[in-house]
Nanobody, 124 residues
Framework: QVQLVESGGGLEQAGGSLRLSCTAS????????MAWFRRAPGKEREFVAS????????NYPDSVKGRFTISRDNAKNTVYLQMNSLKPEDTAVYYC?????????????????WGQGAQVTVST
């Protein structure tokens, strides 16, 4: 089992920045691909970013590419999501996820473990 706990959400104005953190416990963190997803009100869960075990490969959808950066610190068992140039459409609950193995999937079905979610609200 892997337990994931997100932190760092909140309210920010459009154009501002926020950083989310997700700390893992329970298994060897470096064995897992890590990702961030989000769910806006009334919408399906959406892939936001993923990172491989070593941190040298990342993947983003076009909606956040160039604005969001995922990174990880295996010594701290923590993955981060730096969100810059925030837009109101980024408002959602953001979830940290972990997948055993090496595949950096963009589907939520690829991930075995999930955090409880962190609310991010971007105002105009």
């Amino acid at each position: 089992q892997v337990q994931l706990v997100e932190s760092g959400g909140g309210l920010e104005q459009a154009g501002g920045s926020l950083r989310l953190s997700c700390t893992a416990s329970g298994r060897t963190f470096a064995n897992y691909v890590m990702a961030w997803f989000r769910r806006a009100p009334g919408k399906e869960r959406e892939f936001v970013a993923s990172i491989n075990w070593s941190g040298d490969a990342t993947n983003y959808p076009d909606s956040v590419k160039g604005r969001f950066t995922i990174s990880r610190d295996n010594a701290k068992n923590t993955v981060y999501l730096q969100m810059n140039s925030l837009k109101p459409e980024d408002t959602a609950v953001y979830y940290c996820a972990a997948a055993a193995g090496r595949t950096m999937g963009i589907s939520s079905r690829a991930y075995n473990y999930w955090g409880q979610g962190a609310q991010v609200t971007v105002s105009t």
